[in-house]
């Protein structure tokens, strides 16, 4: 097999994993960015303050330290992971702490008539949140949430610190073996700027289907 | 309590916020198809008033009964309360994500858990109502003022309440579109839809108020027929204020 088909070939099956630890870290994080702003907001002190913690250390740990406790500290618990969930939950947590930041200050950006509205007709508390607040506030976070999700893209490739045979861990080996690296890591970087432009548009697509007059973020 | 006809009983209600007291010991009734006026200088306590009446804040002290009801008791589920008595606000706040149908039908298929078709009916009845079934697929966002509000009285008529509350329902409206929605509640209560309404339309709470209630320093200061009390007033503060309202809308002669 000459270089190219056997590294494209190892390449793709690298770049599934990198696929598969993103369908399941960007909704899941996006739902935990969602959970945290809502109890931060809405909670009694007591969940409040348990999501303010998690957001604060979350947001105060390198990620490779976090993905490293996971991974080599909460075994020592009795906690294990392996190296792909490890490194899933490692993303979620991280970047659904970062989005729920976006989250929480569109909510705090609904203007209070909204709430009292939504009360005067007779709406419960999670009626209100879930009709009301969280379809306005999620539009207004939309682009913020990008953000980190695209972020999210390009750190997905730190899972070769624990061993996840993903698209950059694949590519770091290969060059290991044959030490091509122009050919080898500009392709990858091509793969991985391909992906974020796909992100990028989709949720610009999504921003426009969600578009409503008066809603815009300016 | 025996009256039926009686919707609301207000009795000695006190709120303070800090060491401000806003409203001290307010007491009035309302009767089925009645449009009960109140008015006031600005701090005197109306807002606090029909908020405390429908529990958005909680009054300090005394009762409140709608339809025979203690809805101060602390058992009663404040969010049945609230389903009954329809809330219209100063600043319109329709919900901004939500198209005039929905706006009017949200209520009805989350609050009531009503069929989806069997709400955008009703709301669909609502809008005619109100004029506006020409613009239930627009955003609150592209109506004017005077359309946001009356999609605001559809949304509070559709859930059929006990009793719609206006808070200075058309203050926040510019002057060529107050007339529009004071038509809509005019209309509303030649129907005898019972209502509460905070305003300083004095046209309209000559023409269909039936009982006016003069509010200062959170107190009633006066109450009575609308027409006697705005040409007669017997007490100086309500003779003050009705002598600047007369003078500020002296040009357009009703």
């Known amino acids: ?155 997905s490739s730190l899972a070769y610190l624990v061993g996840v045979q993903e698209l950059f861990a694949i590519a770091k080996h290969f060059n290991s073996l044959q030490f091509r690296p122009i050919e080898i890591f500009s392709t990858t970087a091509l793969i991985y700027a391909f992906m974020a432009t796909i992100a990028t548009l989709g949720f610009r697509r999504l921003e426009m289907k969600l578009r409503i007059p008066g809603l815009e973020v300016t | 309590m025996p009256d039926d006809d009686i919707v609301l009983k207000v009795e000695d209600l006190y709120k303070s916020y800090g060491k401000i007291a806003v409203l001290k010991g307010i007491s009035f009734e309302v009767r089925r198809g009645e449009t009960k006026i109140i008015c006031g200088p600005s701090g005197s306590g109306k807002s606090t008033l029909l908020r405390c009446l429908n529990l958005l804040t909680r009054p300090d002290k005394g009762r409140i009964w709608l339809e025979g009801e203690d809805i101060t008791n602390r058992n009663v589920d404040i969010n049945k309360v609230r389903q009954k008595i329809g809330f219209v606000f100063q600043e319109f706040n329709l919900f901004n994500h939500l198209t005039a149908l929905k706006n009017v039908s949200i209520g009805l298929e989350v609050v009531k858990k009503m069929k989806k078709e069997e709400a955008h009916r009703i709301a669909l009845e609502m809008l005619k109502k109100v004029g506006l079934s020409e613009h239930a697929h627009k955003y609150p966002a592209e109506l004017s003022g005077g ?95 009705f002598q600047r309202i007369h003078e500020l809308y002296a040009r357009e002669t009703r």
């Open chain 1, 1 to 155: 097999m000459s270089f190219w088909e056997s590294f494209i070939s190892d390449l793709l099956k690298g770049w599934i994993t990198t696929i598969e630890i993103l369908a399941i870290s960007v909704p899941a994080s996006v739902l935990l960015g969602l959970g945290l702003a809502v109890a931060r907001v809405y909670g009694n002190r007591m969940i409040s303050l348990i999501a303010s913690g998690f957001v604060a250390l979350l947001r105060g740990l390198p990620l490779v330290v976090t993905l490293l406790i996971i991974f080599f500290a909460l075994p020592k618990l009795g906690i294990y992971f392996s190296p792909f969930w490890a490194a899933v939950t490692a993303f979620i947590m991280c970047s659904g702490a970062y989005q729920s930041e976006y989250v929480r200050g569109a909510i705090r950006s609904i203007d209070v008539g909204q709430s009292l509205a939504a009360q005067a007709l007779g709406m419960s508390k999670l009626q209100e949140i879930t009709h009301i607040i969280l379809p306005q506030a999620f539009r207004r976070a939309l682009p913020g949430i990008t953000n980190e999700i695209i972020y999210l893209i390009l750190y």
């Open chain 2, 147 to 241: 359309q946001k509000q009356r999609v605001a009285i559809a949304r509070a008529l559709a859930m059929n309440p006990a009793v719609i509350f206006y808070d200075e329902p058309t203050s926040a409206l510019d002057p060529q579109l107050i007339g529009e929605v004071l038509e809509v509640m005019k209309a509303l209560a030649r129907e005898k839809v019972t209502s509460v309404v905070v305003t300083h339309e004095m046209g309209f709470a000559q023409t269909v108020g039936d009982e006016l209630l003069f509010m200062c320093d959170g107190k009633i200061v006066e109450r009575g027929p609308p027409m006697e009390i705005i040409r007669k007033p017997k007490c100086e503060e309500t003779k003050k204020f």
